[in-house]
């Protein structure tokens, strides 16, 4: 009797199991309704079941947060908030929707935490549903109209941009749609950074911590934001801008259903769009928004532009000069640049084209969509008050006119892409134009009698001066050269001009071996047959005596085989000039990127500079008497003698260390971008793990014969980091090898040089691995870890050049070696 009746108790409890895990699972999977609440541990399903709604606790936070979260993916990504600011503190909490059609979030005690505060009551039977979009949708029952959303979360973005979201204004209801970051990993509550279209003057994307911009994508051009280059073809989303009477938003929409892409603004402030990997089971970052110096807002103040291919990377526009030039000479750049010669409005003030640039700040702008750029030109020029102006839409040849009213800020130079545009000077700027013209003619008499006369007395004076300054000149070059800590005397020979104009035929461009960052290189001959190279450092280059001597002591101090050897130095007036030993096959940049050059190239002298260029970055890392941070190890930086043996040269940028010196921060960032590791680029920061980053990337371009910086591919927009990690993840890593290569290489060898560069190019420097344990990963057959994703995964993409425009809308569809500072 017992046993049957244990039997009936256990079949009535599996009975009564199967029918609650019923009910639950039709919770799970249908509405919430004012009659269906769903509780914590309960969620709601998108019906492709790519989105999952319901109670989480976030980070190691024990706090609770109703939020929107991928279901398919394992991560279990967070995308959408409710309860931002006010988390529930138990596993008690209860959503449901009135039958207003509001939805609310109860607490234990049954008060409210969060509602959705409807605008507009229900006139049916209101139920919230999610979306396959990721979208929680308030219906007003059975109605199909236009309106027949109560509510949407797509309406109230956190810190993440879903396929089919917005980012703008409703001009009608003044509701604004925005990014806005989490305070941290554990607290969804909103954090000081932003993500918008600002409507101030003309709408311009940008980032803003607090009411501080940050970074500016620009205006809309019509195909892209201007703050952005020409793009490839996107294959994984197209964009859309829409700006009426109505509204002004930017959304995007994938390409793919079944790609899962997210726009993320994190706690730090960094915007970045991520893939989902199904092989990997990651997300891999697409771009991210700020890549360069030049991206941040305003970096070289007004009236100046920024061009991270120039060295120093930021210049006065034409007409400008320097408003603090002690504070230029020491590049910070932040009071920008001063008119050189006031504007005249009377005199005929002219305008100056400024081809292929990012447009400047448009707070304080104005637009005119109905006139073209020649009507543009005339209502500026007729305004004394403008300083700019420029084509608003650069389709069909141009269209538009946006006029500036106050300082020109945050301009940008692009190699490809930009836009043109024009800005105000004075008549003296333009040459002989308009008034000047005949004004100058009258002058040109006076002008030409006045040089005649002060080159003769020039040259009067220059004979004399030279005559006094040849007994000078050995001690005038031994006192610059020694001039300062005792210590550091250089005790190298000192060249005279003399010596050095002779062996290299006076700088001829026939000995011009090429040019880099801070001058020209020169093949030269001296008397008893040696030949040598003199790098001839450029006048405007910025790198001054300090800094020339930093490179010369440092040299000195270092003998090893995979080091370049100095010979000596020239200091003469302002010439200053260093003597190495000559490099017969010149650099590695010339065999590696060429496509002859790189046929001479087998696997065999390829591992044999690899290894070279390793040891040598031992040598300055650990073996040398000095710990020495190169900084700007790149391919043009490896010399190779007449056996192809690499030599690493250029220490103009490198820094000492002393012995328990690991890791120094600077605010003057210098090097080569492409080279640069993300934590010196953006942060300052800087250690050994920086050249092992740079050294990864040299790897990466040996093997594949192809640059990093400007990588361009018909499938992705990923630099060549993104490319080999890419190909890694999918285990497909000799398609990266150089096709040149064919049969001469090591399939083996060549796999363990992907392998540790991909480890040395990490994103995080402590994940990299010092030099020593590159060189024994290389000397043996150990199992090596599995590499993380790299930093700087792709080039700098914040739009694609996708358009389309609307009838009645404006709608549209969518080696470089930066500044030195004083070693410290």
Avoid at 186 to 208: E, M, N, S, W, Y
Avoid at 220 to 244: D, H, K, L
Avoid at 570 to 594: A, G, H, Q, T, W
Avoid at 646 to 667: H, Q, V, Y
Wanted: proline share 3%.
């Amino acid at each position: 009797m017992k046993g049957t009746t244990k039997k009936s108790l256990e079949r009535l409890l599996f009975l009564c199991s199967f029918v609650l895990s019923s009910i639950r699972t039709s919770t799970t999977l249908d509405t919430v309704t004012p009659s269906q609440p769903i509780s914590d541990g309960q969620t709601i399903v998108s019906p492709g079941e790519s989105f999952e709604l319901g109670f989480f606790s976030p980070g190691s936070s024990r706090n609770r947060y109703l939020g929107i979260w991928y279901k398919k993916i394992s991560t279990g990504t967070v995308v959408w908030v409710a309860n931002r600011e006010a988390p529930l503190f138990d596993h008690l909490g209860v959503l449901k929707v009135t039958a207003q059609g509001n939805l609310v979030l109860l607490n234990s005690t049954k008060g409210i935490v969060w509602s959705s505060n409807t605008s507009r009551a229900a006139e049916n039977i209101p139920d919230a549903r999610l979306l396959e979009s990721g979208n929680l949708v308030v219906e007003d029952g059975n109605d199909d109209g236009p309106d027949k959303y109560l509510w949407q979360s797509f309406d109230y973005p956190c810190d993440t941009l879903l396929p089919g979201m917005k980012l703008g204004r409703n001009l009608a209801s003044g509701f604004d749609w925005f990014l806005s970051s989490w305070k941290s990993t554990d607290d969804p509550a909103h954090g000081d950074f932003t993500f918008r279209i600002d409507l101030h003057g003309v709408p311009q994307l940008v980032l803003k911590k607090g009411s501080a911009t940050q970074f500016r994508a620009g205006s809309w051009n019509g195909i892209r934001w201007t703050g952005a280059q020409a793009m490839v073809r996107n294959p994984v989303y197209t964009y859309e801008f829409v700006s009426n009477e109505t509204y002004v938003y930017y959304k995007y929409e994938l390409l793919n259903s079944s790609v899962f892409s997210r726009m993320v603004l994190n706690a730090s402030g960094v915007s970045q769009r991520f893939t989902w990997i199904d092989r990997s089971h990651s997300w891999v970052l697409y771009y991210v928004v700020i890549v360069d110096q030049c991206d941040n807002y305003a970096f070289c103040g007004a009236y100046a532009s920024c061009n991270i291919n120039k060295s120093p990377v930021c210049s006065c526009l034409q007409g400008f000069e320097p408003k603090s030039p002690r504070d230029w000479s020491f590049l910070d750049w932040t009071d920008g640049c001063a008119r050189r010669t006031l504007l005249d409005c009377d005199k005929g003030d002219g305008f100056l084209k400024h081809a292929g640039v990012k447009l400047p700040d448009t707070t304080y702008a104005s637009v005119n969509k109905s006139i073209g750029l020649e009507k543009c030109g005339e209502l500026c020029s007729n305004n004394c008050s403008c300083t700019a102006y420029a084509n608003s839409d650069v389709r069909g040849g141009g269209s538009g006119c946006i006029l500036w009213f106050s300082a020109l800020i945050d301009i940008r130079e692009f190699s490809d892409g930009g836009q043109d545009l024009y800005i105000r000077v004075a008549a003296s700027e333009l040459g002989n134009i308009g008034a000047e013209r005949s004004s100058n003619d009258k002058k040109l008499l006076g002008i030409i009698f006045g040089s005649v006369i002060f080159i003769a007395m020039l040259a009067i004076g220059l004979i004399l001066y030279i005559r006094k300054k040849k007994a000078k000149t050995k001690n005038s070059l031994e006192k610059d050269c020694n001039d300062g800590d005792e210590n550091e005397v250089m005790e190298l020979p000192i060249f005279d001009m003399k010596t050095i104009i002779k062996a290299t035929e006076n700088f001829s461009i026939d000995k011009k071996l090429g040019e880099g960052g801070f001058g020209a290189v020169y093949k030269g001959n001296l008397n008893e047959g040696q030949e040598i190279a003199v790098k001839r450092l450029s006048q405007d280059s910025g790198q001054g005596l300090k800094e020339f001597k930093n490179e010369v002591i440092l040299i000195a101090k270092l003998q090893h085989r995979n080091l370049v050897k100095l010979l000596g130095c020239c200091v003469e007036r302002d010439e200053r000039l260093l003597i190495y030993e000559y490099m017969p096959n010149k650099s590695l940049d010339y065999f590696i990127f060429d496509e002859s050059g790189r046929k001479e190239l087998d696997w065999h002298n390829r591992i044999n500079i690899i290894n070279g260029i390793a040891r040598g970055l031992l040598y300055l890392h650990q073996d040398s008497r000095l710990r020495i941070i190169h900084r700007d190890l790149k391919a043009s930086n490896v010399l190779l003698d007449s056996k192809m043996n690499p030599k690493i040269s250029d220490f103009g940028l490198a820094r000492m260390f002393g012995g328990d010196e690991t890791e120094a921060n600077t605010k003057k960032v210098v090097g080569t971008y492409g080279y640069m590791s993300p934590e010196y680029a953006i942060d300052g920061l800087f250690s050994v793990k920086s050249d092992v980053f740079s050294f990864g990337v040299l790897v990466l371009e040996i093997v594949s014969g192809r640059k990093n910086r400007g990588f361009n591919h018909p499938d992705h927009q990923h630099n060549l980091l993104g490319h080999a990690w890419r190909l890694w993840m999918e285990e497909r890593p000799l398609e990266l090898i150089d096709d040149i290569l064919g049969e001469s290489c090591a399939l083996s060898e060549v796999l363990r040089c992907i392998h540790v560069a991909l480890l040395c190019v990490q994103q995080r420097p402590d994940d990299r691995p010092s030099m020593s344990t590159v060189v024994l990963m290389f000397g043996s057959d150990t199992m090596l870890p599995q590499p993380k994703q790299p930093g700087f995964f792709t080039e700098r993409n914040v739009v694609e050049a996708e358009s389309s425009a609307s009838k009645n809308d404006s709608s549209t569809k969518n080696e470089i070696t930066i500044s030195l500072l004083e070693p410290r």
